[in-house]
């Protein structure tokens, strides 16, 4: 029971020290404690070079993780955006054929796909009562199979240049694409804790009823929240193509479980209002570091994915029985 | 039995440093009821749930007919007899009335369950306690009253020897709290230890042969009924009188604020006219279930409705939403706080600025820190709620502050009326007090109020005129000289249908 103590004065060390105590803190020690097993695994693979080649590598899952986070937090889930990955790679690919031509209308139409999709997600989630697992989930189905018509199961054309700078190339040794992706992340963590578009969704996240009772637009909210993750997934399937060059049908596969896992890792709350931006990258970063680290170690995928199952499981657990009272 | 059937023998339980129970003696006789009381946070839920097994004691013991047990698990404590009746019901709405009695112990024939065993004796218990609904209705479209009599027959379909209640009457109505003491009185006759909690001191003369004060996890004294007035026990209790418990009355009142004519929610409610003035409490009373709620959240914009005229100030307003309603400067206070007033697991901060971001607290699009802190500490302070800093969680508070939360988000949006339905449900008799003074702050800066209740003292206490409610319809409009609790009591049966229990709208 919390009585009168006018304005609490908790220490700025204490404060930190409660932070690694909370679903988002968590992910932080997880961390440390990976690189220090690594470190003392191998000399080189906790170095500069090889934490940014990580880094690369988790991007565009960044991205799409930052999108998910939000979905998350309304209660939501979005299963899609993987699909809108392979799609957006596709669609790039064919319409620009490797050229810079028409660079600016087709980076704003796989943006603009991103957003449509993230409409039609929010719309059937927030207007139809559909729940968000089935619903994005035949999302999923619908642009993986346009996918295929679209290419006729063998994606033509290519990447150019530009596209693939920005998702290979560096700026003072740093990955541009990592860059990219610490932007959003910023971005992201500010529109989710400062503005009211992004306060209006943490609340109805951990109570609808009382959100639509304090005026809160709720089926507007959700909407933006699918419209925000389809936007970020189709920018996460730029970087991802500008990275690979070519248009895949399967480049965006496993993204969608992977950026969930990511945003439980970081402290999101699957039953939504309770989670952080800044966690899912770091649950990212986790996860991107744990499969590289797996994968040192000579782990075959599939004792990969048996591990980030296994991982994800425990966060879910710490969460629902060490945080919550 | 003995005389003291159960016996509290130094019960003490303490969370981190503070004592919620210190060496906590007491003992009640078989055929007995006890009332049990104090203000939230005295240590009466503590000790319901050492009781009841879902937590163990630090010290001291629990005995049984003179028998020391330790109840390990609740379900340790159901098989000893021990059956606690939670304000909070643990009832599985998808499922039928007769499968919920029976949840967690459904008898069965050769592994299949026996429907119609189930049926039969949950239609037996039902009718004991004299419930009106059916065992196949489902749970979830039973109203609260319903849900609570599940509760009750689940109970009694145990071989109770100690029943505990908390707080059991908090959404009954005065016909169904009448019933249930016909209830408690029966088994007190059949030899049970009953523990009572509540807050309503009529309740307690009516019902309890002694009472149990604890106060600050200690016990105050245990006294009968008969050697304790309702001015004692508060000053047990509270450890100081409370003085006249309701604030005085408003002397006069401005213009009409709201004036609603030809109001309809389809059948459920049909009001001709309703006015409202500056200033004034605007009491609505009536049986469980006569159309109250529909009248509350109609003009709160959360439930819709027609009405041919729809005046704030004089003015035409169009409300067909909560946020129509919060643009004209209505405001709601819904009943059921957990549900409808606020995010648990977020701030308190959070919870008293969720209203007003978008129309007090904006910078663009963006949430102005400073605003908000300024926003949230004026709020804090105005209505006194107790807190340890505005970052802590809204479900980490006392009921009572909780409530004041759900005023201050409510208030922040400075609305000229306020409609509220049981704002004092599940608070303690200090908070309770503190909530009246602020209601009447508010009408005397001009809010006009609609306070939808079931505690007749309370709408006898606050409301300035009170509009009784019978199926449906405004059967009656009483003001001071005249309202009394048989004065409500009679319009409110004399028009009505026998009380509905099932509630159609859902």
Known sequence: MALVSPAASTSAPMKMLRFFITPSGAVWIAIAILLAVAALASDNFVSGDHLLNVARHAAALCIATVGQVFVIMTGGLDLSNGAVITLVSVVASQLLGGSDQYLVPVVLLCLAMGAAVGLFNGLIVAKLGIPPLIGTLGTFGILKGAAYVLTGGAPKGGIPESIRYVGNGTIAGFPISTLCALAFVAFGAFLLSRTIFGRQLVFLGANPSAARLSGVPVARIIILAYVFSGVSAAFAGLLAVGYTGVGSLSLGEGYNLDS?????????????????????????????????????????????????????????????????? | ???????????????????????????????????????????????????????????????????????????EALEAGVVTIYQEFNLVPQLTVAENIFLGWLPTTAGWIDRGSIRARASEILKRIGATFSPDARVGDLNVAGQQMVEIAKALSRDVKVLLMDEPTAALNDAEIEALFRIIRQLRADGVSILYVSHRMAEIFAIADSVTVLKDGRHVGTEPISEVTTESLVRMMIGRTLGEFYPPKATDFGAPVLEIGGLSVGKALQVEKLVLRKGEVLGIAGLEGQGQRELVQAISGARSFEADTFLIEGAPVRIRSIRDAIAAGIGYIPDDRKRDGLALIRTSAENLAIGSLARRLRFGAVVSGSAERRFVDDLVAALRVKLSGPDQRAGDLSGGNQQKLVFGKVLGAKPKILVMAEPTRGVDVGAKREIYEIIRELTRSGVGVVLLSGELPEILGMSDRVLVMANGRIVAEMTDPEMSEEAIMTAATAEAPEAGVMDDAA
């Open chain 1, 260 to 325: 969930i896992t990511a945003a439980v890792i970081g402290g999101t709350a699957l039953t939504g209002g309770s989670g952080s931006v800044v966690g899912g990258a770091a649950g990212v970063f986790f996860l991107a570091l744990l499969t590289s680290f797996l994968r040192f170690l000579g782990l075959s995928y599939s004792g990969q994915l048996i591990v980030q199952g296994a991982i994800l499981a425990a966060a879910v657990i710490l969460q629902a029985r060490v945080f919550r009272r």
């Open chain 2, 1 to 75: 039995m003995s005389d003291n059937f159960l016996e509290f023998r130094n019960v003490s339980k303490s969370y981190g440093g503070v004592h919620a129970l210190e060496d906590v003696s007491f003992s009640v006789p078989a055929g007995h009821v006890r009332a049990l009381l104090g203000e939230n946070g005295a240590g009466k839920s503590t000790l319901i749930r050492v009781l009841a097994g879902t937590i163990g004691a630090d010290r001291g013991t629990i005995a049984l007919d003179g028998v020391e047990r330790a109840f390990a698990t609740p379900l």
